[in-house]
């Protein structure tokens, strides 16, 4: 595999804050502009992964009125709405019984595409699912749509319908630095770095298990897009050591700096550190309860019927109330 330091994923994956709010806000400004054009944000995707949008309605004023009955959603719904599926990528890949490799690379294949496109333009459930899927193809762990579909009760046509447009939005940059491969290379040399004991070795298996949890955790944060892997790995070894106790970190980091980048400080390489367990501590997953309201707003975005269709059902639940109301009773 390619160097890290000479890869894409390091050239055009890892972005600044600004960049990575600049990008969610572009997204969804287009997905708002798209509803108030069309009506709807749903779009179809062809084979070779064009998009069409619908024809756009006549200007008359109660198409207008529909419009405005239709709510875009804010940035914060979007990312609760990420949040929740990236959780759910976890969970099928856990269900499968997945490597942690998969797990992560379908993980920011998830939030890539993201980078890219509003939730409101092409719905995540489905992009979760081809995500997995390409993440499997990519890692060498081949596992058919239909049976991916078939083990998660999902239609697997859905899958490959959006595959091309997935690869292209990645832009066929499929080779992903996931932290797990950074963490086992930084737990290897620990061993050498404390000319460790069995019982040390034995410590150390403890560690790293404890520090794989802390990177599945960081993984569902934006700190990908953000911070190279090896410091995602570190970041989760320390918080793990702070729990264990097996080395001096401050040493040990000192340790790395003075063979790898000699230039650099440790208070240096603290502050991405610090940042990274920062997001990593304010992560909340949300629940399916929490994701009612704004699973609503979803629908109504992508299904221009979907007001009119609740609107309708609850119509014919006020008369078939008042019909009982008004019925003779039995006695």
Not at 132 to 140: D, G, N, R, W
Not at 179 to 204: C, H, K, S, W
Request: glycine fraction near 4%.
């Amino acid at each position: 595999m390619a160097d890290f330091l000479t890869s894409t994923h390091r050239a055009k994956w890892i972005l600044s804050p600004q960049d990575l709010k600049d990008k969610y806000n572009a997204a969804n400004q287009r997905a708002r502009q798209t509803l108030e054009k069309y009506g709807t944000t749903q779009m179809e995707v062809d084979i070779d992964g064009s998009l069409l949008y619908p024809e756009p309605q006549i200007d008359a004023k109660d198409n207008t009125e529909k419009h405005s009955r239709r709510k875009p959603l804010k940035i914060e719904e979007e990312q609760l709405l990420r949040a929740f599926y990236e959780s759910k990528i976890q969970d099928a890949c856990n269900a499968f019984g997945f490597p942690h490799k998969i797990q992560a690379t379908a993980l920011i294949y998830f939030k890539r595409f993201y980078l890219q496109w509003s939730v409101m333009e092409h719905h995540p459930k489905h992009i979760m699912l081809t995500c997995i899927y390409a993440a499997c193809k990519a890692e060498e762990n081949h596992v058919a749509a239909e049976e991916l579909g078939k083990g998660l009760e999902q239609d697997h046509q859905v899958i490959l319908n959006n595959e091309m447009l997935v690869l292209q939005t990645l832009e066929f940059d499929l080779i992903v630095y996931a932290p797990y491969r950074a963490l086992e290379g930084f737990v290897n040399d620990l061993e050498e770095f404390i000319q460790a004991t069995n019982e040390q070795v034995e410590m150390l298996k403890t560690l790293h298990k404890t520090a794989m949890k802390e990177v599945d955790k960081t993984v569902l944060t934006d700190a990908p897009l953000l911070f190279p892997p090896g410091q995602l790995a570190l970041a989760a070894l320390r918080k793990s050591n702070e729990v264990h106790g097996v080395f001096d970190f401050e040493r040990y980091l000192g340790s790395i700096l003075s063979r790898q980048h000699p230039a650099h400080t440790i208070s240096e390489l603290t502050v991405p550190l610090n940042a990274i367990d920062f997001l990593a501590s304010k992560l909340e997953t949300p629940t399916a309860a929490d994701m009612k309201h704004v699973d609503r707003k979803l629908k109504s975005c992508r299904d221009p019927g979907s007001h009119d269709k609740s609107k309708k059902r609850k119509h014919r639940s006020r008369e078939s109330s008042n019909a009982m109301h008004n019925m003779p009773s039995a006695l």
